[in-house]
């Protein structure tokens, strides 16, 4: 396994923000990830379904994976989300977050979020500023992806 995605998956492992959702990686690989998220009545709206917010973090945890798997810091420069039907609660969702773009500077990336029985969810087009910095817990043997 290359070790630029092996590091990622340990430190997002132990990222907390997302151990309070619930978030995991099924695939991650370069400009590639997706996860999962079971969703609970702690995360519900007023309506009884799964606050948006909850599920943009989802969303946001495919967006930081996909945009950081080349070995450099990429941090969001805009995001723009589409919530298109509800989620349930104890409902698994899956984000999947393709980077459709790279350029030295810039990614664009695009999220798809759906429920377990494959309706969309929520859509998601999101931009990364793509800094020179290697990810800092990278070990030094690890250099980044060009």
């Not at 630029?4 to 370069?30: D, V």
């Not at 995001?79 to 459709?100: F, I, M």
């Not at 810039?106 to 990364?128: K, M």
């Amino acid at each position: 396994m290359d070790q630029c995605i092996k590091s990622l998956k340990e430190k997002f492992a132990q990222e907390p923000y997302a151990r309070m959702f619930g978030i995991e990686i099924e695939e991650l690989e370069a400009g590639h990830a997706i996860l999962k998220m079971k969703t609970n009545e702690m995360m519900n709206n007023l309506f009884g379904t799964t606050h948006g917010a909850a599920i943009y973090s989802l969303m946001d945890a495919a967006f930081e994976l996909t945009v950081n798997s080349h070995g450099t810091v990429a941090v969001a420069l805009g995001v723009s989300v589409n919530y298109l039907s509800p989620a349930r609660p104890g409902e698994t969702l899956r984000a999947e977050g393709k980077e459709t773009n790279r350029s030295r500077k810039i990614s664009s990336c695009e999220i798809r979020v759906t429920g377990e029985d494959g309706r969309l969810v929520a859509t998601c087009q999101a931009l990364a500023y793509r800094m020179r910095d290697r990810l800092p817990f990278l070990p030094p043997e690890a250099p980044p992806s060009p």
